[in-house]
């Protein structure tokens, strides 16, 4: 899927690496978005977090250069007595 993404970036937008950058973000948010969703099915809660240090989870997760953190997927089970998310909520 990586590659295919990578892929589908580089040829939607020959020789503009910014617009390659965007479409690229745009895979990315949708693929934590996937994440998410898959996450609450598993009865998982979560929340997206976009105001982090790229240099610092970049150098802790050994990304290359051209590996760019898009944002960061926090996860974990609900309290006792709390519901995963109002959606899961909706359909109790
Ligand atoms: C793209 C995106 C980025 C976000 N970044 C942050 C963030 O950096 N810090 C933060 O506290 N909440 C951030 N949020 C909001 C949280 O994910 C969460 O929705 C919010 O804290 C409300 O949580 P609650 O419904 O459990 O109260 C972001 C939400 C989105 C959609």
Do not use: C
Not at 17 to 35: C, G, K, V, W, Y
Not at 43 to 51: E, F
Not at 75 to 90: D, K, N, R, S, V
């Amino acid at each position: 899927m990586f590659d295919a993404w990578v892929a589908m970036a580089k040829a939607s937008h020959p020789g503009n690496p910014q617009l390659q950058r965007d479409e690229a973000f745009r895979s990315a948010s949708l693929a934590a978005m996937t994440l998410m969703f898959a996450a609450q099915g598993m009865g998982l809660s979560t929340g997206s977090v976009s105001g982090f240090d790229p240099l610092g989870v970049a150098r802790e997760f050994g990304l290359s250069a051209a590996e760019v953190p898009v944002i960061l997927v926090t996860a974990g089970y609900p309290a006792a007595g709390q519901l995963a998310t109002e959606a899961a909520q909706a359909l109790a």
